[in-house]
Nanobody, 115 residues
């Protein structure tokens, strides 16, 4: 059974840091691009970062230079290091394959950036 379990979200002050983790089971993790998505009220769920099987990465402009996606293929783990957090980063964060056909979403992990 496919499971995507996100963790690491918290309440943090602007300028703070968090490290999110995604444990993926039941998928071909190693051979697929993986991504982090986020969704907040009034905004559709959108891809903000991806990491490809060849190791290349993509980060959406609003997070580039502040967030860094990485993966551990031996453990089927996906990570998102988030630095210099802003209020606009407040959202639920989800992991999934970064492609046309997505697996069912996990529960997400909530990140709240507020002073």
């Amino acid at each position: 059974q496919v499971r995507l379990v996100e963790s690491g979200g918290a309440l943090v002050q602007p300028g703070g840091s968090l490290r999110l983790a995604c444990a993926a089971t039941g998928i071909d993790f190693t051979n697929n691009p993986m991504g982090w998505y986020r969704q907040s009220p009034g905004r559709p769920r959108a891809l903000i970062a991806r990491t490809n099987p060849d190791g290349t990465t993509f980060h959406e402009a609003s997070v580039k230079g502040r967030f860094s996606i990485s993966r551990d293929n031996s453990a089927n783990m996906l990570y998102l290091q988030m630095d210099n957090l802003k209020s606009d980063d407040t959202a639920f964060y989800y992991c999934n394959i970064a492609g046309r056909t997505l697996y069912p979403w996990g529960q997400g992990t909530q990140v709240t950036v507020s002073s």
